[in-house]
């Protein structure tokens, strides 16, 4: 079946530096992938997509590259600030008729001043 | 984009009782879907509702714990039957527009006492 495979948080950074959030995938087909936020106490927003081999997403100064070699989609952001303090989701939607979306487990990000 | 409003925002509900979470949409959407964010853990789909049929669930999840009904294509409604405290979660109603790409709502955080 279907998963996603994030690097477990905590992750805790200063303001301004360089994020790398680790997501792995295995589907059958060509799925499509996303990174979702979620900020405290908020639901969950579409972020980026990234929808065949070799697309890069972006959003808010956040980029993510879909390499089907490595079956990976990493999150990056050059500089982070406070207020990208969040939960962040990769997931992927791969067959079916709408396309069901399978998320990974959540990586916590705190940036702190 | 779709905009999607969910009450109760948050409740606090005695064991044994039940919840019925609204969901509404400000366009028609053909599929909405109910998922559980359990403390510290990932989204998993509970059900998804068609206007005009029996909800779908996924595996683990059945009807006489979480009824779920879908009387027009902008509402829904999701029940939590005979409550206990592994209850607790958030629950997000959701909707697609795009294949893949999910539109939540804030979320109804739950928690049985």
């Known amino acids: 079946g279907n998963s996603v495979t994030q690097m477990e948080g905590p992750v805790t950074l200063s303001e301004e530096a360089f994020l790398t959030i680790n997501c792995t995938y295995t589907a059958t087909g060509y799925p499509s992938l996303f990174w979702y936020v979620q900020y405290p106490g908020e639901g969950l927003q579409l972020l980026l997509k990234?929808?065949?081999?070799?697309d890069k997403g972006s959003n808010k100064g956040f980029e993510a590259t879909y390499r089907k070699e490595t079956t990976s989609f990493h999150l990056e952001k050059g500089s982070v600030q406070v207020s990208d303090s969040a939960v962040y989701f990769c997931a992927l939607s791969a067959g079916g008729g709408y396309q069901k979306v399978t998320f990974g487990t959540g990586t916590k990000l705190q940036v702190i001043p | 984009s779709a905009v999607i409003s969910q009450k109760p925002s948050r409740d606090i509900c005695q064991r044994g009782t039940s919840l019925t979470i609204q969901c509404q949409v400000d366009?028609?959407?053909?599929?909405m879907f109910w998922y559980r964010q359990q403390p510290g853990q990932s989204l998993t789909l509970i059900a998804t509702?068609?206007?005009?049929?029996?909800?779908?669930?996924e595996s683990g999840f059945v009807i006489d714990k979480f009824p779920i009904s879908r009387p027009n294509l902008t509402f829904s409604t999701l029940t939590v039957s005979n409550m206990s405290p592994e209850d607790s979660s958030i629950y997000l109603c959701?909707?697609?527009?795009?294949?893949?790409?999910?539109?939540f709502g804030e979320g109804s955080r739950l928690t049985v006492l």
């Open positions: 509702a068609n206007q005009g049929s029996e909800a779908t669930y």
């Open positions: 366009s028609q959407v053909t599929m």
């Open positions: 990234a929808t065949k081999a070799d």
């Open positions: 959701s909707v697609v527009l795009d294949p893949g790409e999910l539109f």
